[in-house]
């Protein structure tokens, strides 16, 4: 058994005089433990089905490179590499490699679907494709069915393509070091500001692509946790990728 495999069952919660309430738990039968509780319109997909039917439409294209779990197997991460090697040279010595990051949760803290991601394989980045253009998801409520996943995936693919092609852009921009400075206090508090800053005033490199760079370099390698929490890591990074670096994309570097 694979360790997302494990099985999850619904059951209605009941008030202590025995009055069915509107909510139902979410519990892991293997260890018993109630991964969340919710409302009635929550549909549940497992972590199986949401696999099983990505690798069924994709599996020719795709491998599964890594899966990771948090919050006590609430929340999913599956990681896939492309078969036939996709790789872009962003500038000389700078290849980034693409993937795809499967999503899933039992508690909403998440949707099912996917996003386009990236290695920069120099430093082992792991890079984003924003969302407002490669994601897939689709939400817990309802008739909720897993998306057409290859239809979205191809339509997909030239938007991302793009993608690449404007970090490549980022390499010839050198953006002011006052907007830099606007963007990363109106971004992070005190202590990360102190970080970020000094983590780009130390590189070599000061285009858009080094400060990106930066930024994911920190998130990948240096993002720190909670002692006891490591369990959740990916969940933190997942949360900065969505917060931080995808207003990246669209801040007003000008």
């Not at 020719?60 to 599956?78: M, N, P, Y």
């Not at 404007?166 to 109106?186: L, Q, Y």
Request: hydrophobic share 35%; proline share 2%.
């Amino acid at each position: 058994m694979n360790k997302y495999d494990f099985e999850v069952v619904e059951k209605r919660l009941k008030t202590e005089e025995g009055l069915i309430a509107p909510n139902k738990a979410i519990i892991r039968t293997d260890t018993n433990k109630i991964l969340s509780v919710m409302g009635e319109d929550y549909t549940l997909i497992k972590h199986k089905e949401v696999i099983d039917n990505f690798e069924t439409a994709l599996g020719d294209r795709l491998e599964k490179s890594g899966i990771t779990l948090c919050k006590q197997g609430a929340v999913l991460f599956a990681k896939y590499t492309f078969k036939n090697e996709r790789a872009i040279e962003v500038k000389v010595g700078d290849v980034v490699n693409f993937g795809v990051e499967l999503f899933n949760s039992y508690d909403g803290s998440l949707p099912v679907g996917f996003v386009f991601t990236a290695l920069q394989l120099v430093c082992s980045n792991g890079m984003i494709v924003p969302k407002t253009i490669s994601r897939l998801a689709v939400k817990h409520i309802g008739k909720a069915n897993i998306p057409n996943i290859r239809e979205g995936f191809i339509k997909r693919l030239p938007m991302f393509e793009k993608t690449a092609e404007r970090w490549k852009e980022w390499t010839t921009i050198t953006p002011d070091m006052g907007v830099v400075n606007d963007f990363i206090k109106s971004t992070f508090g005190k202590r990360l500001r102190e970080v970020i800053s000094a983590k780009y005033s130390s590189s070599r490199d000061k285009s858009l692509w080094g400060l990106f760079s930066a930024l994911t370099y920190y998130n990948t390698h240096e993002k720190k946790v909670h002692k006891g929490n490591e369990a959740n890591k990916r969940l933190g990074q997942w949360n900065f990728e969505q917060r931080v670096l995808d207003r990246f994309y669209k801040y007003n570097w000008n």
